[in-house]
């Protein structure tokens, strides 16, 4: 099993940046790639960054060049920069990990509220 916990969400003013932190514990050795999804009021649950175990990243297209997804392989950490907030970022973001089987695991999630 594997637990993942997120941090650092909270209100921030358009154009300001937040930075949020996940941590993985438990059957780690398993765990091959992290991300981060979020989900809107009235919205599908959706891929913001992605990292793998190798350092190769992905990101949705509304935040390339203002998010920076890095992470910790050895700990299985992974972080989230977000500059230039926006208020259509505001969202509940949780913290993905996927095992070697491909079987997800998914935080609790914390919420990010960018005011205009």
């Known amino acids: 099993q594997v637990q993942v916990v997120e941090s650092g969400g909270g209100l921030v003013q358009a154009g300001g940046s937040l930075r949020l932190s996940c941590a993985a514990s438990g059957s780690i050795f398993s765990i091959n790639a992290m991300g981060w999804y979020r989900q809107a009021p009235g919205n599908q649950r959706e891929l913001v960054a992605t990292?793998?175990?190798?350092?190769?990243?992905n990101y949705a297209d509304s935040v390339k060049g203002r998010f920076t997804i890095s992470g910790d392989n050895a700990k299985k950490a992974v972080y989230l920069q977000m500059n230039s907030l926006k208020p259509e970022d505001t969202a509940v973001y949780y913290c993905n990990a996927y095992n070697i089987f491909g079987i997800p695991y998914w935080g609790q999630g914390t919420q990010v509220t960018v005011s205009s």
């Open positions: 990292i793998g175990s190798g350092g190769n990243t």
